[in-house]
């Protein structure tokens, strides 16, 4: 009886000594205060962030409020009117005219393998002439006269920050204000290029990308840098199909851009804070009533900033570690505190390896743009085919910029893979017509020639 007695009592004291260690919260509250005191820190301390750049332009310049002030409510007008990206296409159709397109030799294209590993800008069609656009283009130009002066403005004010709110929630419209700035910003260029100013069409989109690479700069976590980065990609494309045709400046205007592309790829914003105010937007919504989202807090609000605020995307890149597969952790463990380390080293390893894609597109980004002067020399430069121009080295990169014969008149301009191998990391295409692609208009019911 004496066995069954003892045997009864270590069940007694094995379970105690169970229930207490699952009663015990997984974050203590002054765990957990610490933690929100982290965060409050990190929003007092983006409050107060300031940035610099270099500018492009003399235009009078914009405090950061004005910015804000314009970029989401004064401008909202024109980006209502460009919602629908489909309706603001071209070429267009008339009946009395029939279709507008580009005279392009595609020669064996349509049965040509893309090669694995290589991303492409799109190619829209050059603008259509004055007096055959689609209404919904007329309404955008409407809508949109006071965007080229307010962009003019961004690239001239040197110390403009992201407006980006990292208290806001990830579906606020406010999100996708890149992109919106993005397309309205093609049709204000495209307007200037039919009027018979290519290099205004130009400047504009050039004003447009620093204003892009202002979006992402200084207290940005990386939601918002990506929507930048789309921007970006956006305008690049629209820089791409304007030069389909021919370029009507010379040698000097033709330097001026390429000192301007230059400018906007030395405002590059270094991607080092993204990892700590990150913490902030990742944490905005958890639920702090539950162990899981109070563990999330506690691990989010360990400081990781594998780079310093002098370093470009590709430093950070290659600061990052190389990712550790770690298994997770049984969930009944998990509820025991005695096991919580083991979750956290899990979670961290999990949380630090889904940075490398992010921090991978921003610098496939800088290298985009950093090429950009090499497209518009190849375009200027298309009176023999293939063109014959010397690529600058890139940096980040493995390998050399090259330009490939595709098929008929279709080259493209293909960019080096970035140094640090990631899931994400591609070489891209910018597509070049040499000669030049003429503009025609065709029958109605034929469907347009072009890239």
């Not at 279709?99 to 595609?106: H, I, L, P, S």
């Not at 049965?111 to 069609?125: A, S």
């Not at 979006?215 to 990386?222: N, Q, T, V």
Request: proline share 8%; net charge negative.
């Amino acid at each position: 009886k004496r066995w069954r007695w003892a045997l009864l009592i270590l069940v007694a004291i094995v379970g105690g000594a169970i229930a207490i260690i699952y009663a015990q919260p997984l974050v203590s509250e002054e765990e957990l205060a610490e933690a929100e005191d982290r965060f409050e820190d990190l929003v007092a301390e983006a409050e107060r962030t300031t940035c610099s750049r270099p500018t492009l332009g003399n235009a009078p310049r914009l405090s950061q409020e004005e910015f804000q002030r314009l970029l989401h409510e004064e401008l909202e007008p024109c980006f209502d009117t460009v919602q629908d990206w489909e309706a603001l296409r071209e070429p267009v159709r008339s009946d009395e005219l029939g279709a507008w397109g580009w005279t392009v030799d595609r020669g064996e294209s349509t049965n040509l393998m893309v090669p694995p590993g290589r991303t492409h800008f799109v190619v829209r069609h050059p603008p259509a002439p004055t007096g055959h656009i689609p209404e919904a283009v007329r309404d955008a130009e409407v809508a949109c006269t006071n965007l080229e002066g307010f962009l003019a403005q961004v690239a001239a004010t040197p110390d403009l920050c992201t407006p980006h709110d990292l208290t806001r929630s990830a579906d606020s419209p406010l999100v996708s204000v890149g992109v919106r700035l993005a397309r309205a910003s093609s049709v204000v260029a495209r307007k200037a290029w039919r009027d018979g100013d290519a290099s205004r069409a130009l400047e504009i989109l050039e004003h447009a990308l620093i204003t892009a690479r202002t979006l992402r700069s200084g207290a940005c976590d990386f939601l918002y840098a990506m929507i930048s980065v789309a921007t970006e990609n956006i305008l690049i494309s629209e820089y791409q199909s304007v030069l389909v045709g021919e370029i009507p400046f010379g040698d000097d205007v033709l330097e001026t851009h390429i000192a301007a592309l230059d400018t906007i790829a030395d405002a590059a914003p270094s991607p080092a804070d993204y990892f700590k105010y990150d913490a902030v937007s990742f944490v905005r919504d958890f639920d702090r009533s539950q162990p899981e989202g109070q563990l999330t807090v506690f691990v989010a609000a360990r400081e990781y900033t594998p780079c310093e605020p002098s370093d470009n995307a590709h430093q950070c890149l290659a600061g990052l570690p190389a990712p550790v597969h770690i298994d997770p952790p049984s969930q009944r463990l998990v509820q025991l505190r005695l096991f919580r380390s083991r979750f956290v080293t899990w979670m961290v390893q999990e949380t630090r390896g889904a940075f490398a894609p992010y921090v991978a597109r921003v610098a496939m980004a800088d290298r985009d743009l950093a090429v950009l002067p090499d497209l518009l020399r190849v375009a200027a430069d298309r009176d023999r085919c293939p063109p014959d121009v010397s690529f600058r080295s890139i940096p980040g990169t493995s390998g050399a910029t090259v330009l490939d014969h595709y098929s008929g008149d279709q080259y493209e301009l293909v960019t080096p893979p970035l140094s640090r191998a990631t899931s994400v990391n591609s070489q891209t295409v910018f597509n070049v017509i040499c000669p030049p692609a003429r503009a025609e208009w065709g029958p109605v019911e034929a469907t347009p020639a072009g890239p």
